[in-house]
């Protein structure tokens, strides 16, 4: 069982790490937040600094195995919020999120401190309520809110991720810091490899559907630039954004400066009612 358990773990890290190498490309392409590559970042941390103790094969954890897990969790906490809630269709009060990084950055320096002073039991609790409000609080929102149009086809696949989540993470916190005698941490079994490699691959699938709407051999159905009242130059720079052109390589290609390239960009998504470039692609490809 345990080789099994060890097999699920590796295709966990190397899924986990496919999917953020993927994330990064959609990001350079400008089709990514960088609040979502921080947040798959966050999860490789996390199941990396929960699963030390069984690649070691010590059932107890050492000190600066709770200190990695702890901060691992506080950026969990800090991220997921930050990558689930701008996908919504909700507004994110600026104070609200002024908040949460603050409280994020008190959690992460204290649990530094404390584990220099040997008090890291003190903060250890607070921690695992502020991920389990977080990740349980996000998901709700995303249960009971609308997806922006860049990710309405992934609500069905969302909706029943979001389920598990609110079944998995609180197990998991009560299992391993209610239960848990003296920091022992109890054998991590299938069920987290399971859960990591199931949203890695679920990130993964969308992404790839991502690039491949950029593709540059996809031709834009040219009745669509007259349905929106686009220019001859605005038809140009947004059959070059569907292909998948940065504001650089545009500009380059056009002969134009970047603020120029932005300024047209910005009256193309406000002429066909969009917000970047997915939602231009799904319009005009469809």
Known sequence: MRYIELILLVLAYSSLVLAIFVSFLCYKKQIERKETLTFAISL??????????????????????NVFILLSMVLVGLTTPLSVLPERKISIAFNY??????????LFILTCVTSFSGHLQYI???????LGV????SMLVNLGTKPKKE??????????????????????????????????????GFTLPLVFIFLAWHKLFDDLQRLSLLNPKLEPSQQHYKNFSLTPREKEIATLLVSGKTYKQIAEQLF??????????????????????????LLITS
Do not use: D
Not at 47 to 56: A, C, E, N, Q, R
Not at 257 to 278: E, F, G, L
């Open 97 to 106: 999120r002024s908040l949460l990084i603050s409280l994020s950055v008190v």
């Open 124 to 130: 250890e609790k607070l921690v695992v309520v502020f």
């Open 134 to 137: 977080s990740v349980v609080s």
């Open 256 to 281: 134009i400066s970047m603020p120029t390239v932005k300024t047209h960009t910005s009256h193309i998504y406000k002429k066909c009612k969009v917000n970047n470039k997915v939602e231009l692609a």
């Open 151 to 188: 990710i309405a086809h992934l609500e069905r696949s969302n909706r029943w991720l979001s389920i598990l989540f609110l079944v998995i993470v609180p197990a998991l916190l009560i299992a391993n810091y209610v239960f848990g005698n003296n920091g022992y941490v109890f054998p991590i």
């Open 44 to 65: 490789l941390l996390l199941i990396v600094s929960m699963t030390i103790p069984t690649l070691i094969g010590h059932s107890k954890q050492i000190e600066t195995t």
